[in-house]
């Protein structure tokens, strides 16, 4: 047996919320088998495996994260909500997540999440447990390549449950408590965006290997014959290629990005902050994309309302987005939550107008190429955040 004593593994925490299917995707490059603690009996499968093996191990709620406990889903006084925790105007809200720490009384390191669950006027009703604790969940590893441990000896250990559950998943999952939200969002600039776009633009707003994995992604849903609509698209619609037969349909802001576009079939100029109304019949695509966009909607229902008419019945709509933006014109409302919670509100797009088949995926932890100009400032590659939901078939 190759006794290599680490690898780098592809981790898939696998669970299902009351109206969503979820996969959080971890990649770790390093991987000390002889160090590192792992859930269930992983810690013998693992060290089996060859490079593109894979092995998985299902966990009962409550096993890999603290069990809930009712005690913790409490009413407290408004006036332990400190609204200027880290020097911010917090307003708690409900539906929200906040960092513990928030709370008087908590120590001021802890960012461990918990959920608004009620706002009254002099008091709050909210939830301590673990966004996790509700649900079973699955661990899938992918071990990707294996390699010694040159002799080293010592060092710590690392929880790799703890990894997986950590800083996020969890969050996402609505189960009944959305957001109370606002429309349409405000943004720092509220001036025309047709002004905003005018130059062209021809540039990636995530890394080379983000971008690789957000192909394989759509890869997965587009197929050959398949007619796309690429909503608030620009010089790239991130699809593979060597798909044959597509039909894409591309709108945009800005004439120059979209004829920079080889693959759009056709190309419209048109603001949907102004105007979601699309000009196509009722079921005429089969898939609708909108890649790195989704957070600069400021009416998102009425353009989630018009993608669910347009589409085929059983068509799908695709939603990423990651960690970079235009400043000014994003909403504000994003820029406050948590990469998950983002997650979270765009399902409650999704749920507000009737799609189905709710699915969310994130992908973190990847290598950013050693090329990119932001390497200096992290080695992980951007992360990838995707939400997919379908026009019922009936």
Not at 45 to 56: I, S, V
Not at 222 to 229: A, C, F, I, K
Request: hydrophobic fraction near 40%.
């Amino acid at each position: 047996m190759n006794r290599a004593q680490h690898a780098s593994v592809d981790f898939s925490l696998i669970w299902r919320s009351k109206l969503a299917d979820h996969v959080d995707r971890l990649f770790v490059s390093v991987i000390d088998f002889r160090r590192d603690v792992f859930p269930g009996k992983m810690g013998e499968k693992l060290p089996r495996l060859q490079p593109g093996e894979l092995c998985g191990e299902a966990f009962p709620a409550g096993e890999l994260v603290e069990p809930r406990k009712s005690v913790d889903v409490r009413e407290i006084p408004l006036e332990r909500f400190n609204r200027g925790y880290n020097k911010l105007d917090l307003i708690p809200r409900q539906g929200r997540f906040y960092p513990k720490a928030v709370l008087a009384g908590v120590l001021p390191g802890d960012i461990r999440p918990f959920r608004v669950i009620e706002v009254g006027n002099d008091s709050l009703k909210i939830d301590l447990n673990h966004p996790l604790a509700p649900y079973p969940l699955t661990i899938e590893a992918s071990l990707v390549a294996r390699f010694p441990g040159h002799g080293q000896h010592g060092g710590s250990s690392r929880d790799i449950a703890g990894m997986l559950t950590g800083k996020g998943p969890g969050i996402q999952a609505r189960d009944g408590q959305g957001l109370a939200c606002e429309f349409p969002l405000r943004r720092m600039d509220e001036s025309e965006d047709t002004l905003f776009y005018a130059m062209p633009r021809m540039v990636d707003h995530i890394d080379d290997r983000a971008v690789e994995i957000l192909r394989s992604i759509y890869s997965r849903y587009v197929s050959p014959g398949s007619r796309v609509l690429d909503l608030m698209t620009s010089w790239t619609s991130h699809l593979d290629e060597s798909i044959t037969d597509l039909s894409v349909t591309g709108i945009g802001m800005n004439r120059d990005e979209l004829d920079a576009n080889s693959l759009l079939s056709d190309r419209l100029l048109q603001d949907l902050n102004r105007n979601a109304v699309l000009p196509f019949g009722e079921n005429s695509f089969d898939i609708v994309l909108c890649s790195l966009s989704v957070e600069y909607l400021t009416s998102p229902l009425d353009l989630f309302a018009e993608v669910r008419r347009v589409l085929k019945p059983g068509g799908l709509f695709i939603n990423s987005f990651s960690e970079r933006w235009f400043p000014t014109k994003v909403v504000t409302l994003w820029t406050e939550m948590h990469p998950f919670e983002r997650i979270g509100l765009v399902l409650d797009y999704y749920i507000a107008t009737g799609f189905c088949d709710l699915q969310t995926e994130s992908v973190r932890g990847q290598s950013r190429p050693d090329d990119d100009k932001y390497r200096g400032m992290s080695p992980f590659s951007d992360p990838l955040y995707v939400v997919t939901g379908r026009k019922p078939a009936a």
